[in-house]
């Protein structure tokens, strides 16, 4: 199936945690599409198949619901980065579909181990 | 599930959140019952009939988390609200992944948890009123024959008489027969009804 893909589209306005994310999911074996804002995201999964959204929860432009609207329209799985003191938004996005949601900082192995059982997932 | 607004069980270890509660539904119009913990939840015969839990996370003796998995393992569709004084994104998370309906941290206001239990209250019963069309249309559709089952299959996808005639090689008179038949036992005044009950078990398979 067209979907198997090891591209991951990674949503985050920091550019210091872009970095590091990025180099840590290359060398997972991941391929990263990395946009800074969620404004174009509806065009970017309409134009490929990614295997999962990573993103920021706080965007200047895009309210996190409406980043999660866009991924279940397209059927693609979302993991957000969010912060402390924000449980009832944790909340409020796990309940609309989210598929998990990570406060920062978080160790490396939680969210490499998200991904990967969201690769293996049929 | 019960009548009027409904009613709210609530599990905490605290008597005096356990009273504001009681209190606090009493006077939005909800019934309640209490447990001091999971413990004695668990101990009763049988479960009450309610239409929303409201669980602390942390008590003595069997945690909030255990209950909500015992609850879901025994095939309960009551919707779980979870109330905690300890706000932890991670417990949060794994409480919705594994279906609670919701989770509240203190302090909170009355109003917000109303609105919650509103919501919940609200999707069980649209779920449950679902869950009893379902069951009353495998109970009526068990009864037909399987050659009435092969008619009903044929009108449902938009079969004329003369097609599912044709289609099963028997004369349209059998299948007007067979037709009626199907009508009379599902109890259903239209083909749409009967499409919307085969349907509905249609998508309970999946």
């Not at chain 1, 979907?3 to 994310?21: F, H, S, Y």
Request: charged residues 25%.
């Amino acid at each position: 199936m067209a979907g198997k893909t090891n591209l991951i589209i990674l949503i985050e306005p920091d550019e210091a945690v872009r970095t590091a994310l990025c180099s840590m999911l290359k060398q997972h074996e991941w391929t990263v599409d990395v946009i800074e804002s969620a404004t174009g995201l509806a065009t970017t999964l309409g134009a490929s198949t990614p295997r999962v959204v990573v993103s920021e929860s706080s965007l200047r432009d895009t309210p996190a619901a409406e980043v999660l609207a866009a991924c279940k329209a397209a059927s693609v799985p979302i993991v957000f980065l969010g912060h402390r003191h924000e449980i009832q938004e944790a909340v409020d996005l796990m309940r609309k579909g989210a598929h998990d949601y990570l406060e920062k900082p978080f160790p490396q192995a939680r969210l490499l181990s998200i991904l990967e059982e969201l690769r293996t997932e049929e | 599930m019960s009548k009027g607004k409904g009613r709210i069980c609530i599990v905490d270890d605290d008597e005096a959140v356990r009273e504001s509660l009681r209190v606090l539904l009493f006077s939005a119009g909800y019934q309640s019952c209490q447990f001091e913990s999971a413990d004695a939840f668990l101990a009763e015969p049988s479960r009450p009939e309610v239409d929303a839990y409201l669980l602390d996370f942390r008590m003595p003796g069997t945690d909030g988390m255990t209950l909500h998995k015992q609850l879901v393992d025994e095939g309960c569709h009551v919707p779980v609200i979870f109330i905690t004084g300890h706000g932890d994104i991670p417990l949060a998370v794994t409480a919705i992944q594994r279906g609670a309906a919701d989770f509240l941290t203190k302090p909170f206001e009355d109003r917000e948890l109303l609105e919650k239990i509103e919501n919940a209250v609200r999707q069980f019963r649209a779920l449950q009123s679902e869950l009893d069309e379902i069951e009353a249309a495998r109970v009526r559709l068990d009864e037909l024959t399987p050659r009435e089952r092969d008619v009903l299959d044929l009108i449902v996808q938009g079969h004329s008489n003369k097609q599912a005639a044709a289609h099963l090689n028997i004369s349209p008179r059998t299948v007007e027969i067979h037709r009626a038949r199907v009508m009379e036992k599902t109890g259903a005044d239209s083909v749409a009804t009967l499409v919307r009950m085969a349907g509905l078990l249609d998508q309970d398979k999946q």
